[in-house]
């Protein structure tokens, strides 16, 4: 069964404490792995793509890295407007179909 | 900045009501999405549709229905609401190609009684 697993499920850190946040996956031929950030009441909003093992997207103080069966999303000097949920997903094989979503770290950062 | 929007942002209604969540794009996306989305839980895709007159559902099982007659407006309707029911649902759309980048609306809470 195809299977997003993210870890932890909450992380606190102060203001400069970096990071990082663990996406697991079991999907048959991926397609695509995607990180969001979902601030609370409002709809995800998209952070990365990456495609193949050894990837690495980077923007501002995140950077998303990717291996055969984990991605990552590693956090460098934190700041509190960083506070926000972080979610994963895949994308199956099959073109045009929707993404597998984990539950998603909440990541607190107080100053 | 997304061009997607959905309406009510919030909704307290009374169970057996019949309800129509709203969502607008204006991007020209052909592919649309519902998606639902309890505290703590993943999102779960309960609807989606890969243009006018295409409907299909999700891998989450729902009660609710969808309709495409034009490409920017994708409504979900539930004929009789429960409690079951109550939960947060977020429409997104997709451009064309296979980047899997989703643009989301900021989501309808519906809470019924």
């Known amino acids: 069964e195809d299977q997003v697993t993210q870890s932890p499920e909450a992380l606190r850190l102060q203001e400069g404490e970096s990071s990082s946040l663990n996406c697991s996956y079991t999907?048959?031929?991926?397609?695509?792995l995607f990180w969001y950030r979902q601030d609370p009441g409002k709809g995800p909003e998209f952070l990365f793509t990456l495609y193949s093992a050894g990837e690495e997207k980077e923007k501002e103080r995140l950077k998303a890295t990717l291996t055969k069966k984990e991605s990552f999303l590693h956090i460098t000097a934190p700041k509190p407007e960083d506070s926000a949920t972080y979610l994963c997903?895949?994308?199956?094989?099959?073109?045009?179909?929707?993404?597998?979503f984990g539950k998603g770290t909440t990541l607190s950062v107080s100053s | 900045e997304a061009d997607i929007y959905q309406t009510p942002r919030y909704l307290v209604i009374g169970t057996g009501k019949k309800i129509t969540l709203e969502c607008s794009q204006t991007?020209?996306?052909?592919?649309m999405y519902w998606y639902q989305q309890d505290p703590g839980m993943e999102l779960h895709l309960i609807h989606y549709s890969y243009g006018v007159n295409s409907t299909e559902k999700g891998d989450l099982s729902s009660e609710s229905t969808v309709s495409r007659i034009r490409t920017e407006h994708f409504p979900l309707t539930l004929e009789s609401a429960r409690p079951s029911h109550t939960s947060q649902y977020l429409c997104?759309?997709?451009?064309?190609?296979?980047?899997?980048?989703?643009?989301f609306g900021e989501g309808s809470r519906l809470t019924v009684l």
């Open positions: 997903a895949v994308q199956k094989p099959q073109a045009g179909t929707a993404l597998i």
């Open positions: 991007m020209g996306h052909d592919k």
């Open positions: 999907v048959s031929g991926l397609r695509g």
């Open positions: 997104a759309s997709r451009p064309e190609g296979n980047t899997g980048e989703l643009f």
